[in-house]
C-alpha cells in the first residue's frame, strides 16, 4: 500500500466518524507516522508504506474516530512562532490566544527590562512566545496543575528560555510576593453548564479544570482581577482572555478594582476575546 491508497482509505473510514478536516486530519497523522512533513508526504503520495507504518497509522486513526484531538495524538501544537508539547493535562494552545500574545506585545516595550506572570500558564504557550519576543523581559508561570508546570518547564527547555522564567505549581491565592509590570492569563471561562454543549473533541479530552468558570464562566477571572491589582505594581498591565459573552460583566470587575480599560480585541473570527487593562493602583 503507497501513501495515497491509505490515506483515501483513511479519510473515507474517518468520514463516518467526523465532519470537519477529515482529509487534512490523516495527513497530519500520516506525516506524523512518516517523520516527514505534510508538505513533504504530499509529494511523495507514491512512497510505499511498511507494515508497522501501517499499524502505526491505524492506531492513530480510531483515536482520531473517538474524537480525541489531533495535537493530543501527535503531541504538539504550533502556536505563534514554536511548537509547544501538549497532552491531556494541558489545553491545547489555540490559535485565537496569539491576539492575546499580540495584544501584550503592543505593550510591553522591547528596550525594557519587565517582569511578566503568566496565570494558569497550562502549556507555557502565552509566556513563552511573549519571552521569545522580548528578551529582556523575565517571567513567572503558575498553575494548579502539577502536569501542566511539567509541559510548561520541557516546554522552556526545547524553546531555550529556562533562564528568564520560573514555573510553580501554585494557586494565585497563595502568591503573596512580587510586583509585575504584566500579567497575562487565559483563564477557564466556559460556564459551567454549557460545557455539555462544547465539542466532543473538546469536551471528552480537554482538562475540564482548564475550561470550568463557574456559573457564568467569570469566576476565575474575577479572582484574578482582584487578586493581580494586589500583584500588579501602579500602572503594571493585566492581558487576559474572555469569552464575548461576558465583557460587560468583566468591564465592571475592573473597574470596580480600580483598573482602566485600554483594550478590547477580537479574534480571527472577529468575536471580542481580550482584554487589556491598567491597573490605577
Ligand atoms: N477557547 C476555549 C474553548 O472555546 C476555552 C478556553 C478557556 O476556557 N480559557 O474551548
Same mark, same amino acid.
Given at each position: ?12 473510514? /474517518? ?17 506524523? !507516522?512518516?517523520?516527514? $512533513? ?10 510505499? %508504506?511498511?507494515?508497522? #507504518? ?10 482520531? +474516530? ?32 496569539? !491576539?492575546?500574545? #499580540?495584544?501584550? %506585545?503592543?505593550? *510591553? ?12 500558564t497550562g502549556s507555557g504557550c502565552?509566556?513563552? =512566545?511573549? %519571552? ?13 496543575? +502539577?502536569?501542566? *508546570? ?6 522552556? +527547555?526545547?524553546?531555550? /528560555?529556562?533562564?528568564? /522564567? ?8 497563595? *502568591? ?42 467569570? =469566576?476565575? $477571572? ?23 459573552? =461576558?465583557?460587560?460583566?468583566? +468591564? ?16 480571527? =473570527? ?7 487593562s491598567t491597573n490605577l493602583g
Amino acid at each position: 500500500m503507497n501513501c495515497i491508497q491509505i490515506l483515501n482509505k483513511s479519510q473515507k473510514e /474517518l468520514k463516518k466518524f467526523n465532519k470537519k478536516n477529515v482529509e487534512l486530519d490523516c495527513e497530519i497523522l500520516l506525516s506524523n !507516522v512518516l517523520k516527514v $512533513t505534510r508538505e513533504n508526504l504530499l509529494i511523495n503520495l507514491n512512497k510505499k %508504506l511498511e507494515k508497522k #507504518e501501517k499499524i502505526f497509522f491505524f492506531k492513530y486513526v480510531e483515536r482520531r +474516530k473517538k474524537k480525541e484531538p489531533i495535537a493530543y495524538i501527535i503531541g504538539y501544537k504550533d502556536f505563534w512562532k514554536k511548537r509547544f508539547y501538549v497532552n491531556k493535562k494541558v489545553l491545547i494552545p489555540r490559535p485565537d490566544t496569539e !491576539v492575546l500574545v #499580540e495584544e501584550a %506585545l503592543k505593550f *510591553i516595550p522591547s528596550n525594557k527590562s519587565q517582569r511578566i506572570m503568566d496565570v494558569g500558564t497550562g502549556s507555557g504557550c502565552i509566556l513563552l =512566545s511573549i %519571552l521569545l519576543e522580548r528578551k529582556k523581559c523575565f517571567g513567572v508561570g503558575i498553575d494548579v496543575s +502539577k502536569e501542566a *508546570i511539567h509541559i510548561a518547564k520541557y516546554n522552556a +527547555k526545547i524553546q531555550q /528560555l529556562e533562564n528568564r /522564567l520560573k514555573f510553580f505549581n501554585a494557586n494565585i491565592d497563595n *502568591i503573596c510576593t512580587g510586583k509585575y509590570d504584566f500579567i497575562v492569563s487565559n483563564p477557564p471561562y466556559i460556564n459551567k453548564n454549557k460545557i455539555k454543549y462544547l465539542e466532543e473533541d473538546v469536551r471528552l479530552f480537554e482538562p475540564c479544570l482548564a475550561l470550568d468558570g463557574g456559573m457564568h464562566g467569570t =469566576s476565575v $477571572t474575577e479572582k484574578l482581577i482582584r487578586k493581580s491589582s494586589k500583584l500588579l505594581k501602579k500602572n503594571g498591565k493585566m492581558i487576559i482572555e474572555i469569552q464575548s459573552e =461576558s465583557v460587560n460583566r468583566i +468591564k465592571n470587575m475592573l473597574i470596580r478594582n480600580n483598573f482602566f480599560i485600554n483594550n478590547i480585541s477580537r479574534d480571527l =473570527s472577529n468575536k471580542i476575546r481580550c482584554i487589556v487593562s491598567t491597573n490605577l493602583g
